[in-house]
């Protein structure tokens, strides 16, 4: 392919305040599937951002919602959350495999198991999602009570929490707490109180076509215009003591190419007729206004670059230094990478809350 320059001109009007399961098929649309009302909720609302960013929807699927309730109860039972379910609470600890409700030491082994077991039972019903299968999952934050649609919102503002939700291969989802676990598994006595153990579990399906992604979207409606590293899920540790920061947009190439080069301004936009005029105020330093967070060389005022096993290659989080006070902003993006040449305007209306 002939190497040319990739140009990317997205405008944001950010309005920001400071501080039964289906079977996702391999083609055509996703099955959304069924679930409690909790499940639905997070369901429709993960979809509501996946859509608006480029994604594409999520369904649920029998053995990923298995997998993450049955975690939930794992963590419930455990009276500690975490990823892994081994004695010591890490990846490199034993496996804790006498504890009740043990399926497997990570998200990858706990929905093979979950698959495995499902399609024994149902040899009739074999979602198309196959193993082996790529699998993510996400808790809630520390300190978060939220559960359902509302550990979606959470996890959306984060960086590391987001990665799962927006990625487009990953359109097998299920969700599970507290109380879904306490029905699901009534004879280990799992206590109704304390926190909620809210897991979301991810399977990709191979061959997902991926289109640009971009965050925010109008569609979405609020956002808040902060983010604390800290309270990431899990802990962005790369950008703990820059204090509280803007909510970080996010893009993402549809082929995968690294991007190159970044700037970002902050300018006045016209807004279609009833919307309020956007405030010149700089964010932050006014000449370094965004930290650009990429597993990939970035050419740009401020980049962190982070691990390629975290933030795959086309992926990009460009985060102001400062959270966005309410009002509408105009963020200017000009982003670059080798390929076919593009150049496109977006105009968000997001508002505060």
Same mark, same amino acid.
């Given at each position: ?60 699927? +029998? ?73 993510? +999952? ?65 399977? +990709? ?27 990431? +899920? ?11 920061l803007g909510v970080p947009s996010h893009l993402i190439h549809p082929t ?98």
């Open positions: 392919m002939r190497a040319s320059a990739f140009l990317l001109l997205v405008v944001l009007a950010i309005a920001g305040c400071g501080s039964g399961g289906g079977s996702p098929g391999k083609s055509g649309p996703v099955d959304l599937g069924t679930g409690t009302a909790v499940q639905v909720a997070a369901r429709d609302r993960l979809n509501v951002y996946r859509t608006a960013s480029g994604a594409g929807k999520a369904g649920l699927v +029998e053995p990923i919602k298995s997998a993450a309730v049955r975690h939930a109860g794992y963590q419930a039972l455990k009276v500690r959350s975490g990823y892994f379910q081994t004695t010591g609470g890490g990846p490199l600890d034993p496996a804790d495999s006498a504890a009740a409700l043990f399926s497997g030491i990570d998200v990858g082994a706990r929905m093979r198991v979950a698959f495995l077991s499902y399609n024994a039972l149902n040899p009739a019903d074999q979602p198309d999602l196959a193993l082996p299968i790529t699998a993510d +999952e996400r808790l809630a934050p520390t300190g978060s009570t939220a559960t359902g649609a509302a550990l979606v919102d959470a996890l959306w503002v984060g960086i590391y929490s987001r990665l799962p939700l927006m990625r487009h291969g990953y359109i097998g989802f299920g969700y599970g707490d507290r109380a879904h676990a306490g029905e699901a598994f009534p004879a280990n006595g799992i206590d109704p109180d304390g926190d909620a153990m809210a897991t979301l579990d991810f399977g +990709e399906a191979p061959g997902v076509a991926r289109s640009y992604g971009l965050w925010p979207n109008r569609a979405v409606g609020k956002v808040t215009g902060s983010y604390d590293p800290g309270k990431d +899920e899990p802990p962005m540790t790369l950008l703990t003591g820059r204090g509280i995968g190419l690294p991007w190159t080069f970044i700037t970002a301004t902050v300018t006045p936009v016209t807004l279609p007729s009833g919307f309020p005029a956007v405030p010149a105020t700089p964010i932050g330093p006014a000449q370094s206004p965004f930290i650009v967070v990429s597993s990939t060389a970035v050419t740009g005022p401020d980049v962190i670059q982070d691990s390629p096993t975290s933030i795959l290659p086309g992926e990009l989080f460009i985060v102001p230094k400062a959270a966005l006070a309410s009002g509408w902003w105009q963020i200017q993006v000009v982003a670059t990478t080798q390929g076919e040449s593009v150049s496109s305007n977006y105009v968000w209306e997001i508002q505060s809350r």
